[in-house]
Every structure is written in C-alpha cells, then in structure tokens.
C-alpha cells in the first residue's frame, strides 16, 4: 500500500511536470550557435532558399521550422520554443495511447517524464533536426506494430510514410526502416499470417514510395530540389575527410559507445535488482516506516551520486538500461505478448536509429527516451515477468523494480534538467533580462549578454535593413534571424564549410562582383561561456574558415566601423560611403 501511495504521488506531480515544465523552462537560455543557425534557416526558407542552402538536406526541418514562426510570428522566440513542446506533448500522447494498457497512469506519467527531463536537458529547446525526426520514427515504429497486432493496411502505409519524413528531418532517419525486422519476427516468433506480413511489407512500401513523390514533388515546385542535391554532394564532401562526421569516426563512435551504455546499463540494473530484492521482503503492514525510510535513503543516494555524474553518463546508462531490458521480450515473447514484444524491438531500433549521423552520438538517441523509458517500465511491470521467477515472492520483487528503476535515475533527469541550459549560463537565477527586440521576445538571459546584444542589433540597424544580405563569422547566425537578413555566403554559419570547399565558393564571388555585404563577427567564442573571453573554435574547418575570411577582408578593404566586448560590425571600401555614419 505505502509504495502504491508513493507511486500516485510521484505520478500526479509527474503528470503537472509534463504539462507545464517545459512551458516554464522555455523563458530562460539564449543559444547564439545551433539554435541561431537554425532560426536564420526558419526565416530565410522561403523567401531565400538559396541563401541558406548548406544543410539543405534537413530540408523538412527547415520547413517545419518555417511554418512554426509563421504560426507563431507574434511570440517571438519564445513561439519557436513553444513548437517544440508541442512536439513532445504530441509524441508523449501518442505513447501513452500506445502503453495505457500496460501501464497504469501513474507509472505512465512518470516514465514520460524522464522522457522530458533527456527531450530539454543540456538539448536545442526549439523545433529542430533531433526532435523532429524522432517524433517521426516514434510514429512510424507505433503505426508499424499496430499493423501487426490489430491489423490496418492504412497503418501500415502510415509507418512507411512516417520513416521518409523522418529521413527529409534528419538524413539518418532513414535507419528506421531496421524496423521492418518486427514483420519477419512476428512471422517466425509470434505466429503472424505470412500472407498479413506480405500485405504490410506491401503497404508500408507503398507508405514510403508516395511520401518519397510526394516530397520531391513539393520541393520542384518551390525550387528546392536542385539545393538539396547540391547540399548531399556537399555532405558527402564533408564526410570523405577523417572528422567527427566521416564514416570511419561515426562507426567507431557508435560501438564504442553503445558497449559503453551497456556497460553502465548493467551496473544500473544490478543496483535496481539488489535494492528491489531487499524492499520486497519488507511487510508494508508491519514495518512500513522501514520501507518509507529506505526507499527516502535510495533517492537521497542517487541525488548525491547523480550530482557528481555528467548528462553523458545518465544518458548511456539509461540507452543500456532500455537495451537490456528491451531486449528480454524478444527471447520471451509469449510472456511478454505480441504488442509488447514489438515495441521493446522498436525502442531499441529507435535508439540506434538516432544515436547515428551527429557527432554527439548516443546523446541524440535520448530524444527516444520518451517510448523507450515507458517501453522498459510496461515490461518490468508485467505480471508474467521471467524476473525473479525462482522467488516465492518474485511477482512482489518484480512490482518494485520500476519504482527503485525510477528513483535511481529521476534524480539525475531532475538535475540536467534543471541546470542543463543549452550554450548559455548554467545558473538560472542569472538568466533574468530580456532583451529589446520583438523576434527574442519572452526569453531570458543574463545581463550581461543581453546588453552586448542589444548593443550590437542597435548599430547593425544603421548599416542593413530587412531582405539585405549580410555576413555573420563565427557561430552567430542569429543575427539573421532578428534582422531578418539573408546570409550571403549561402549559410549563417559559414566556419562550418569545408576549408576547400569554401575557397572557391569565395573564389567565384569575387569573379563575379567586387561590391560585399556589412559584416559582423564574433571577438570571442558564442558557445555556453560567453561573454567570458574564451577562445575562437579550434576546429581544423574553423581555423582554416577564419583564415580565408581574414584575406578576404584584406582584399575588398574591409575596415571596422562599430565594436564591443564581444562584436564588430565591419564594412567594405565599396559602401563604406554609402553609410554617413562611418
């Protein structure tokens, strides 16, 4: 009973979390790198493609995100963030539809919370290339097993559909089609009818070869095919030199990592199975103050243990947590059942799917968390668990490894969440000021930040007006986004190109013109620090970027007009008479 009441507790203020957390922590954080690149693309993707064509290839990214500051125009920044709760609330329903037969709500609630605490913590809080393509997997792997235990050609061609949304979002989404591996397996495992199994490979086909039109329809009629194949050419460029996204460091990345999180997942199971075996021999009627008093113990540890962990850890532990336990049902479907069975092989395809194709590897694959935590609970909680069967008490032990599961690892997503504010101060009771522009309305940073912001939007008025191009060096994209500028390097985030590349892209400008654009750069890195002095990025493609920028500034006589702590507006002897100011 006492456990029971915890849960309703724990489940009832899990439930208040998922609503309205996200919609708190949204105020606060203003990240000038990914999230700034990607606002510059919101804003440019259809009225100047072109312009924002490197990464073309997260072309549905880019639409969606454009559609949502249309939507959301009047909320400013903060209407982008809003888009990406809406994303999470809309995958969170559809897991909980998904499990709510398995799972009673409470446990529910709390199990999408930890999905929540990895979907924001230390993560870009806006719509994006992550989220998007993991909402899109979490419903092509749902629509799959659906058509499989209840049967649906529509479902089927719905799941199909969903993969190549995925795979438009996110160039390695197209690794969700490994979940096809669930229809030969119920085939053989679960006693599905061969000929059903063909009708759903057909319609899910079907699914995938009309989106696939469907897409490369849109994009010849809006003009975009062409960009995105030139963006592929460009991936496979970047790819071919041995970096953080060539082929052989990504291999090497992936399964070192994944045996590192099964690893930690094994440490993190065996602590669960112990202190679950130890509370199961407590009577709840006789020594339920014991039970109470352990169970504040195992919390109070793992706040003290956690906070002396990094996200990465929790992250890894918990992808080996939902690997290992995921991967039970498939040796043991018939106690688990076919549903079941399907989704914990889903989870773990999902997983994989998305811990591929970024440099941050296994961090990406927790935008998963939100199916695959309550996946794993929905099996530990089963009456028909293989855990523990030798004990007498075994179902007993069974029904408290969950709630011991969730104790050990809620308080490290409590944490990050918290204090895992994307690229900006870490301490929240700093980000308090927000600045004056409508475009960063009803977000927070700190004062200081703010202040070289508004300083600088200030003087770049003077010098650019809306539709104007303009050239933003170092990670600071998002100048674009709130001067509603064009980039005319064709990417806000230009030290990102590839050196060679890059070269002659600046050959051909100066071929064909002699008149440039203002210019703005960053004196300091942008990243979590600033505006603490901290280094420029020593990347080999930033370095070799800067390089080339600084003789092009030399060539065209590019002088500096404006400057503070942390920008400098420049501009070219071609229009510095053009600006009375100068």
């Avoid at 924002?52 to 995100?65: A, D, E, K, M, Q």
């Avoid at 000929?195 to 329809?217: D, P, Q, S």
């Avoid at 009627?285 to 996200?311: E, G, N, P, Q």
């Avoid at 927790?366 to 695959?372: D, N, V």
């Amino acid at each position: 009973m006492s456990l029971n009441r915890l849960q309703n507790a724990g489940g009832l203020l899990a439930l208040a979390a998922v609503i309205t957390v996200p919609l708190a922590l949204m105020f606060q954080g203003l990240d000038f790198t990914d999230t700034g690149w990607l606002l510059a693309n919101y804003r440019n993707i259809f009225s100047a493609p072109d312009s924002v064509s490197y990464w073309f290839h997260l072309w549905l990214t880019n639409i969606l995100g454009g559609l949502c500051m249309k939507v959301f125009s009047g909320l400013g920044l903060y209407g982008m963030k809003l888009g990406a709760v809406l994303l999470f609330w809309a995958s969170a329903a559809i897991v909980y539809y998904t499990l709510r037969d398995y799972l009673t709500p409470n446990m529910l609630y709390l199990g999408l919370f930890l999905g929540l605490c990895y979907a924001f913590a230390g993560k870009i809080t806006i719509v994006h290339y992550n989220n998007t393509s993991a909402f899109f997997l979490i419903v092509s792997g749902v629509a799959l097993v659906k058509s499989i235990t209840s049967g649906g050609f529509a479902r089927a061609l719905t799941s199909g559909m969903a993969v190549i949304l995925a795979t438009f979002a996110r160039l390695s989404g197209i690794l969700g089609i490994g979940m096809l591996m669930c229809i030969p397996y119920a085939i053989f495992s679960l006693g599905l009818d061969q000929r059903k199994g063909v009708r759903i490979f057909l319609g899910y086909c079907i699914g995938v070869l009309a989106m696939l039109l469907i897409i490369v329809g849109i994009m010849y009629l809006m003009g975009h095919l062409e960009l995105y194949h030139e963006s592929l050419s460009l991936l496979f460029l970047k790819s071919s030199v041995h970096d953080s996204y060539g082929p052989f460091r990504m291999f090497t990345r992936f399964i070192r990592q994944n045996l590192q999180a099964l690893l930690v997942g094994i440490g993190i199971i065996s602590v669960a199975g112990l202190f679950s075996a130890v509370l199961a021999t407590i009577d709840d009627s006789k020594h339920v103050i014991i039970k109470y008093f352990f169970f504040a113990l195992i919390i109070t540890t793992s706040f003290f243990v956690d906070s002396r962990l990094s996200v990465r850890t929790g992250i890894w532990g918990l992808s080996g947590v939902c690997y290992l336990i995921c991967g039970i049902p498939i040796f043991f479907p018939k106690r688990f059942g076919s549903e079941r069975t399907l989704l914990a092989m889903v989870s773990i395809c999902l997983l994989l799917a998305l811990s591929v194709g970024s440099d941050t590897g296994l961090k990406v694959s927790s935008y998963g968390f939100t199916l695959s935590i309550p996946v794993v609970l929905a099996i530990l909680s089963t009456s028909d668990s293989v855990f523990f069967q030798t004990e007498s008490r075994g179902r007993s032990v069974c029904a408290v490894v969950p709630v011991i599961l969730i104790a050990i690892v809620l308080p490290l997503g409590g944490i990050d969440l918290y204090n895992g504010i994307y690229r900006d101060s870490h301490n929240r009771r700093l980000l308090t000021t927000g600045m004056t522009d409508s475009s960063l309305r009803g977000v927070y940073t700190t004062k200081t930040r703010a202040h070289l912001i508004d300083e600088a939007v200030a003087q770049l008025h003077n010098y650019v007006a809306p539709g104007d191009e303009l050239i933003t060096l170092e990670s600071i994209g998002i100048f674009h986004y709130i001067l509603r500028t064009r980039p005319y390097l064709h990417n806000p985030w230009p030290v990102l190109y590839e050196p060679d590349y890059f070269r002659q892209l600046l050959q051909k400008i100066e071929a064909t013109t002699t008149s440039y654009p203002p210019m703005i750069r960053a004196l300091h890195d942008t990243r979590k620090g600033w505006p603490n002095n901290g280094p420029l990025s020593s990347k080999r493609e930033a370095v070799g970027v800067r390089n080339l920028m600084n003789d092009f500034i030399q060539r065209n006589r590019y002088e500096a007009v404006w400057n503070n702590d942390m920008f400098e507006i420049l501009l070219p002897a071609s229009t510095q008479s053009k600006h009375p100011r100068f």
